[in-house]
Nanobody, 123 residues
């Protein structure tokens, strides 16, 4: 069973920063595309960012471009979401995702999901 575990969420003031981590349990994840999504209760899950297996190509949603960045360390089987200049509207549960089929699929319908980590940005 594939497993992704997010960490790093919490409460932060607007303008602050957080770094989320997503640790994968299987070595094969170093060959998977990885991504971050977020969801506010009552809303659909929103794509945030993705990264190819090698880390050479990243994609950031327009809603967070210039403030968020994604990276990965395949030796640690971990992906990261660096969130800077946080706004109250960034408050959500953030989910990590992974997909062996690559970046195109992970943006639409990821194969594996983590359990989510809460990020709350206060004004």
């Amino acid at each position: 069973q594939a497993q992704l575990v997010e960490s790093g969420g919490g409460l932060v003031q607007a303008g602050g920063s957080l770094r989320l981590s997503c640790a994968a349990s299987r070595p094969a994840f170093s060959t998977y595309a990885m991504a971050w999504f977020r969801q506010v209760p009552g809303n659909e899950r929103e794509y945030v960012a993705s990264i190819t297996s090698s880390g050479s190509i990243t994609d950031i949603a327009d809603s967070v471009k210039g403030r968020f960045s994604i990276s990965r360390d395949n030796a640690k089987k971990t992906a990261y979401l660096q969130m800077d200049s946080l706004k109250t509207e960034d408050t959500a549960v953030y989910y990590c995702a992974a997909d062996p089929r690559g970046n195109d699929y992970i943006k639409i319908s990821p194969y594996y999901w983590g359990q989510g980590t809460q990020v709350t940005v206060s004004s």
